[in-house]
């Protein structure tokens, strides 16, 4: 079996679950080896319980590591008394997959060895993001995998020890994130432009409401859809997002939070999909699903986007500029065959290189390196 472990402060949920509960659940659908191992879950992504592990107590353990440093000799053993629900089911051949949690796999490490099964270390982000730099020098993993060759660069500089590296992006479910059917003309009188993701600043939705400011003045007549809120599940609110809606130019909508299929829906009926990110993106998931949706991206130049650029599909501006942004955007905008054309490239790309398909066959490729025999 695989096992899949989430952070300890993740659910196992469509509705309040991060990223790595997506992709892990996306991953489950095709490999019905794979079970996750959580604090807490729901029936959101629809799999058995059998294929759920919980251990409530992981929960508590966030709180904890949050508030105060734990040595080691008190930390290791604390998981291991945790984690003993799973480390009762290990069997030879069977994989411990943790994602970005090397404390979870410094301290699995030795049971893991000695129950004859594996461990892969999956990083979602940066090291310094995710650990103590000392923390891994305490254990190795049979393969560490990085979600891009930005974070894997970055982690190599941080721990240049690491061995049995490898890259895999993420993916998208292309039975939800696919253009609009054959034979249809998207009509929109004024043409929008989507953005999906967190209300955080360094998402940067602040620059392209600024970006759209420029184009009201310069009289573009473009609509922009802001859809998602400060947290996974839309129940808080912050200063920053209350800011972004007292200072909207009114050619920006706001939409609030929205589930995965309203998400595909918002992407097909949009002409452009930005992401104005000013910070380092570990991946990017966006960009991806709207190229799957067969819609031209604009996004900065950060992190690990411009991997996902490289067979086009995304037209790339500076972070921070919302000036080149406004001109990206104008371009596209009146421009109906570029934005045509940009977003064909995206589609083919996605369809060559992000579906949770190809995706579960580069995990595949991992294990048969491993020589594991996963039951």
Same mark, same amino acid.
């Given at each position: 079996?695989?096992y899949?472990?989430?952070p300890e402060?993740?659910p196992f949920s469509a509705?309040?679950?991060?990223?790595i509960s997506?992709?892990v659940?996306?991953l489950m659908?095709?490999? =019905?080896?794979r079970?996750?191992?959580?604090?807490s879950?729901d029936?959101t992504?629809?799999?058995?319980?059998?294929?759920?592990l919980?251990?409530?107590?992981?929960y508590?353990?966030?709180g904890?590591?949050?508030?105060?440093?734990? =040595?080691?000799?008190?930390?290791?053993?604390l998981?291991r008394?945790?984690f003993?629900p799973? %480390?009762?089911?290990?069997?030879?051949?069977?994989?411990?997959?943790c994602?970005?949690?090397?404390?979870?796999?410094?301290?699995?490490r030795?049971?893991?060895?000695l129950?004859?099964a594996k461990?892969?270390?999956?990083?979602?982000n940066?090291?310094?993001?995710?650990g103590r730099r000392s923390?891994y020098?305490r254990f190795?993993?049979?393969?560490?995998?990085?979600?891009s060759?930005?974070?894997r660069?970055d982690a190599l500089?941080?721990?240049?020890?690491?061995?049995?590296?490898?890259?895999?992006?993420?993916?998208?479910?292309?039975t939800l994130?696919?253009?609009v059917?054959?034979?249809?003309?998207r009509?929109?009188?004024?043409?929008?432009i989507l953005?999906?993701?967190?209300?955080?600043p360094?998402?940067g939705?602040?620059?392209?409401?600024?970006?759209?400011?420029?184009?009201?003045?310069?009289?573009v007549?473009v609509l922009?859809?802001?859809?998602?809120?400060?947290?996974?599940?839309?129940?808080k609110?912050?200063?920053?997002?209350?800011r972004?809606?007292?200072?909207?130019?009114?050619?920006?909508?706001?939409?609030?939070?929205?589930?995965?299929?309203?998400?595909?829906?918002?992407?097909?009926?949009?002409?452009i999909?930005?992401?104005?990110? %000013?910070?380092?993106?570990p991946?990017?998931n966006v960009?991806i699903?709207a190229?799957?949706?067969?819609?031209?991206?604009?996004a900065?130049?950060v992190?690990?986007?411009?991997?996902?650029?490289a067979?086009?599909?995304?037209?790339?501006?500076?972070?921070?500029s919302a000036?080149?942004?406004a001109?990206?955007?104008q371009k596209?905008?009146e421009?109906g065959?570029?934005?045509?054309d940009?977003?064909?490239?995206?589609?083919?790309?996605?369809?060559r290189?992000?579906?949770?398909?190809?995706?579960?066959g580069?995990?595949?490729?991992?294990?048969?390196?491993?020589?594991?025999?996963?039951?």
């Amino acid at each position: 079996m695989i096992y899949s472990v989430l952070p300890e402060r993740e659910p196992f949920s469509a509705y309040s679950g991060g990223a790595i509960s997506r992709d892990v659940a996306n991953l489950m659908r095709i490999d =019905p080896r794979r079970i996750v191992v959580c604090h807490s879950a729901d029936d959101t992504w629809g799999f058995s319980p059998d294929r759920i592990l919980v251990i409530p107590e992981l929960y508590r353990y966030g709180g904890i590591k949050g508030r105060k440093f734990l =040595p080691w000799l008190i930390h290791g053993p604390l998981l291991r008394y945790m984690f003993r629900p799973l %480390i009762s089911r290990l069997g030879a051949g069977d994989v411990v997959w943790c994602h970005s949690q090397p404390y979870f796999a410094a301290a699995l490490r030795r049971p893991i060895i000695l129950k004859r099964a594996k461990l892969i270390c999956h990083y979602h982000n940066t090291l310094s993001c995710v650990g103590r730099r000392s923390i891994y020098r305490r254990f190795s993993a049979d393969a560490v995998i990085f979600v891009s060759d930005f974070v894997r660069k970055d982690a190599l500089s941080l721990v240049p020890t690491l061995s049995n590296t490898t890259v895999i992006y993420n993916g998208a479910d292309d039975t939800l994130f696919h253009p609009v059917s054959a034979g249809y003309v998207r009509v929109n009188p004024i043409p929008k432009i989507l953005y999906v993701g967190r209300l955080n600043p360094v998402k940067g939705v602040h620059v392209l409401l600024e970006a759209m400011r420029l184009l009201q003045e310069r009289k573009v007549n473009v609509l922009c859809k802001v859809v998602g809120a400060p947290f996974f599940g839309g129940s808080k609110v912050t200063d920053y997002a209350e800011r972004l809606l007292k200072s909207r130019p009114s050619n920006v909508e706001f939409q609030g939070f929205r589930i995965q299929t309203e998400i595909a829906e918002e992407y097909r009926a949009a002409d452009i999909y930005c992401c104005p990110s %000013i910070w380092q993106e570990p991946f990017g998931n966006v960009n991806i699903e709207a190229m799957g949706c067969g819609i031209p991206v604009v996004a900065t130049r950060v992190g690990g986007i411009p991997e996902i650029a490289a067979e086009g599909g995304i037209v790339l501006v500076e972070p921070n500029s919302a000036v080149e942004m406004a001109d990206a955007l104008q371009k596209l905008v009146e421009d109906g065959k570029l934005r045509a054309d940009i977003g064909m490239k995206g589609l083919r790309s996605f369809q060559r290189n992000f579906t949770w398909t190809v995706i579960n066959g580069q995990c595949q490729e991992v294990l048969n390196r491993m020589k594991t025999d996963v039951g």
